[in-house]
């Protein structure tokens, strides 16, 4: 039997072309990611002109086409006269453009206005937050390493990455407060740690008022696109239209649902997800317990932050629902990040709960035993009990 037909060479045969189909999957894989972060970079000056693009349009179409015509403060010959009753629905409509407009830029500019203040100062936490040790505290996945750091007096969770730029034991590094977490741009430029809460609530409304604001734009375009009164009447429509799936597919791809599935009704943020729940048999949040007998390391199964659903939607948007659609209604959790003496942020039911349940128990080495039959009649148990 030849070596071309002998069996040692079948199973390399077989998985040949699945070795090419897996090296071909992630070669586009890397292709895409490639492009879809590469695009993602110019993502701000794409938002600009895609803002700016379909300001103009709206406005030409209904300023130019309704409000000007049917005012009568634009004169000459026209294709098309508008009926003067369409005027308060074109003034009607344009307002309410502009207010989706305002609101969806103004998210848009205290995200860059935060990242820009990230960039070149850094974070700074609240002026009245307390830095020092607390009854409850984040800690280390591990509990050998927590111990060390609360023994001397700092945090036990304290930031690893750091560690490889300055040693904590010569005082280079800054007090940190739970769920600080460290923070890198695209370009891998260090920006330290900081819990990002000061721009969450502007990051998710805005994912929500690009895609009302095209939709709203699309909505006006067609609304009057039987007024155009110039030769171009289809391609800015067009335009239009094929913008608003787009805007869909980056929606979907950033993933926008996921961060509002976690960040708003889970309270939790996506790296906290990648470290404490994902490839997890179970969740295991790391916790540190400050009290008499000192440090005590513990491993619990849930978000011990997890205010339940509306809790979790009041902390991210704010307190009262009015407050949730405006970006400037800034939620309590961020102007009182670290200032209660006890906690850094209210802890959940299942967390207290358990906390509650973890005082009855007795320390080790100590069991209940039953006292002498004295003892008990003397304070009113029978022999019995």
């Not at 998210?107 to 860059?112: D, F, G, V």
């Not at 990242?115 to 070149?120: A, D, T």
């Not at 370009?187 to 330290?192: C, G, N, P, Q, S």
């Amino acid at each position: 039997m030849s070596s071309e037909s002998s069996p040692e060479s079948m199973p390399l045969a077989l998985t040949a072309p699945r070795a090419v189909l897996s090296l071909l999957r992630q070669g586009i894989y890397a292709l895409v990611a490639a492009v879809f972060f590469g695009v993602s970079a110019w993502i701000p000056v794409l938002l600009c002109l895609d803002l700016l693009g379909h300001t103009w349009l709206v406005s030409h179409y209904l300023v130019g086409c309704y409000i000007l015509p049917a005012s009568g403060l634009r004169k000459g010959r026209l294709i098309f006269r508008p009926d003067p009753n369409d005027l308060p629905r074109a003034c009607a409509l344009l307002g309410f453009y502009l207010v989706v407009l305002a609101l969806t830029g103004g998210c848009l500019a205290h995200l860059w206005w935060t990242g820009y203040r990230l960039l070149r100062k850094g974070y700074q936490f609240p002026s009245g937050a307390v830095l020092t040790l607390k009854p409850t505290m984040q800690a280390l996945r591990d509990p050998v390493a927590s111990a060390h750091w609360f023994g001397t007096g700092r945090r036990p969770n304290l930031c690893l990455d750091c560690l490889k730029r300055r040693c904590p034991e010569e005082g280079g590094h800054r007090p940190i407060l739970d769920r600080v977490y460290h923070g890198r741009t695209h370009k891998r430029k260090d920006l330290d740690c900081f819990p990002l809460w000061d721009h969450y609530k502007s990051y998710l409304l805005f994912t929500v008022y690009i895609g009302i604001f095209h939709l709203v734009s699309l909505g006006i375009v067609s609304w009057s696109l039987g007024s155009w009164w110039t030769r171009w009447t289809i391609p800015p429509y067009v335009v239009a239209a094929a913008f608003l799936p787009l805007v869909f597919l980056w929606v979907k791809m950033a993933p926008f649902w996921g961060q509002w599935k976690n960040q708003v009704f889970r309270n939790q943020t996506h790296h906290e997800m990648g470290t404490f729940v994902r490839y997890r048999r179970e969740p295991a949040w790391p916790m540190g317990l400050a009290g008499p007998n000192g440090f005590e390391h513990v491993v619990v199964p849930f978000n011990p932050w997890d205010l339940g659903t509306i809790g979790n939607v009041r902390a991210a948007l704010g307190d009262h629902w009015w407050q949730w659609p405006w970006f400037w209604c800034i939620p309590r959790r961020v102007k009182e990040y670290g200032t209660n003496p006890d906690w850094d942020l209210p802890f959940g039911e299942q967390w207290n709960n358990f906390v509650e349940g973890r005082s009855f128990e007795l320390p080790q080495g100590i069991e209940l035993t039953r006292p002498p039959p004295a003892i008990r009649r003397r304070q009113g148990f029978s022999s019995e009990t």
